[in-house]
T-cell receptor, first 115, second 113 residues
Framework: NAGVTQTPKFQVLKTGQSMTLQCAQD?????MYWYRQDPGMGLRLIYY???????DKGEVPNGYNVSRLNKREFSLRLESAAPSQTSVYFC??????????????FGEGSWLTVV | AQSVSQHNHHVILSEAASLELGCNYS??????LFWYVQYPGQHLQLLLK??????LVKGIKGFEAEFIKSKFSFNLRKPSVQWSDTAEYFC???????????FGTGTQLKVEL
């Protein structure tokens, strides 16, 4: 079972460079999410997509853009990377964003370093 | 907005010791509550969740958690930990019917042989 797959796993960027993190899920889920994980801060929601064709800001959207390409894929783009964006990024999905009991499933993470 | 507090940031236990990790949330309405575990170098996996019914929830690997509404708490317990339980544990809360999952800052558990 692939579940949630994200690429790349590791990336080093120079300040000002751009890059896109790719995410795909094979569970036919409607909702997808991008989180970042930083030491001592837990996971913080960057953007989410409740369903195909919609995207919404989370807690920390500044410096990021997203695209819900189709039901399976949800990409995260850093237009001009900054050292403050050094983090571990997790893509996730769930059947629905609203409603009770929906479990969010996570990908394996993408380690991004901006120098 | 809801918030989640995990008061124990680092916990060190010996094998076979009992575990209780605290989790408190701030939202007063209906909530869905989750515990996730992240083993070293791996992604988050669901341990257990509560959204209605019996407030004592049993999860995988012998973990359980009790929802105490009056205390806004959802503490995680395990009677006897193993070395393989070494991981980071995250509590998370979602408003009932809501669409955003809010995580606590995590508790790093180290189990020594």
């Amino acid at each position: 079972n692939a579940g949630v797959t994200q690429t790349p796993k590791f990336q080093v960027l120079k300040t000002g460079q751009s890059m896109t993190l790719q995410c795909a899920q094979d569970m036919n889920h409607n909702s997808m999410y991008w989180y970042r994980q930083d030491p001592g801060m837990g996971l913080r929601l960057i953007y989410y997509s409740a369903s195909e064709g919609t995207t919404d800001k989370g807690e920390v959207p500044n410096g990021y853009n997203v695209s819900r390409l189709n039901k399976r894929e949800f990409s995260l783009r850093l237009e001009s990377a900054a050292p403050s964006q050094t983090s571990v990024y997790f893509c996730a999905s769930s059947e629905f964003s609203r409603g009770d009991g929906n479990t969010i499933y996570f990908g394996e993470g993408s380690w991004l370093t901006v120098v | 907005a809801q918030s989640v507090s995990q008061h124990n940031h680092h916990v060190i236990l010996s094998e076979a010791a009992s575990l209780e990790l605290g989790c408190n949330y701030s939202y007063g309405g209906t909530v869905n509550l989750f515990w996730y575990v992240q083993y070293p170098g791996q992604h988050l996996q669901l341990l257990l969740k509560y959204f209605s019914g019996d407030p004592l929830v049993k999860g995988i690997k012998g973990f359980e958690a009790e929802f105490i509404k009056s205390k806004f708490s959802f503490n995680l317990r395990k009677p006897s930990v193993q070395w393989s339980d070494t991981a980071e544990y995250f509590c998370a809360v979602k408003k009932g019917g809501g669409n955003k999952l809010t995580f606590g800052t995590g508790t790093q558990l180290k189990v020594e042989l």
